[in-house]
């Protein structure tokens, strides 16, 4: 499994060196763009408006739009010399325990493992730690130029970042609960009802497997 980037793990005086590497994989099944008529098939081009005309990929970069409309180009060195405090530092803010965190958050899972033989004993004491208490890590790290809050957590002898949305990523449900009223006796049937079909259908406690 190849490297994300190699870091270290800092909370107060301790300094553990890791390795971050993706733990997820999609696997979709892409249709292709096709005219309705004659089922040719379609195809996207780039176009530069300031020459008119089509240019290839390799031509093609990033740029951050002012609020003008004005576009400043960004090379990959830019985005390199960004002044992010957590670049390759997965900083441990404090610790909380997992019950406690709302599972909408959750954004992109992260494997973390230990950096070179040194690193392993420390690795597993902080595995160990937080298995028996029951805790997290609640972090800052900049993953792919972009600082995002982050849980550390144990699964199955390793660690996992877990990349969270910030509060302004997630949207508002709006008036999405129902606006009638639920009376005392009605949700004590309506709740018995449902923990007797849940009862029937428990899973096994994993993720099923792809169809």
Partial sequence: MR?????VIQFGLVVLPVQLFSATEEHRVWLREVQAAD???VQHRRFCEAEDREIGYEE???GWELPDGRLVPLSDQDLARLSLATR???EVLG???WQDIDPISFSRPYYVGPDGPPAEWPYALLVEALART???GVCKVAVRSRERIALLRPRHGILVLQTLLWQDELRDPGDLAPSAPVTE???RRGTDTRTSGCRGRQAAGRVPARA
């Fill in 3 to 7: 490297a994300l980037w190699s870091g």
């Fill in 39 to 41: 089922g040719g098939r």
């Fill in 60 to 62: 093609v970069g990033r």
């Fill in 88 to 90: 390759h530092v997965v």
């Fill in 95 to 97: 610790f909380v325990l």
């Fill in 134 to 136: 029951g805790q997290v």
């Fill in 185 to 187: 006796a009605g949700a």
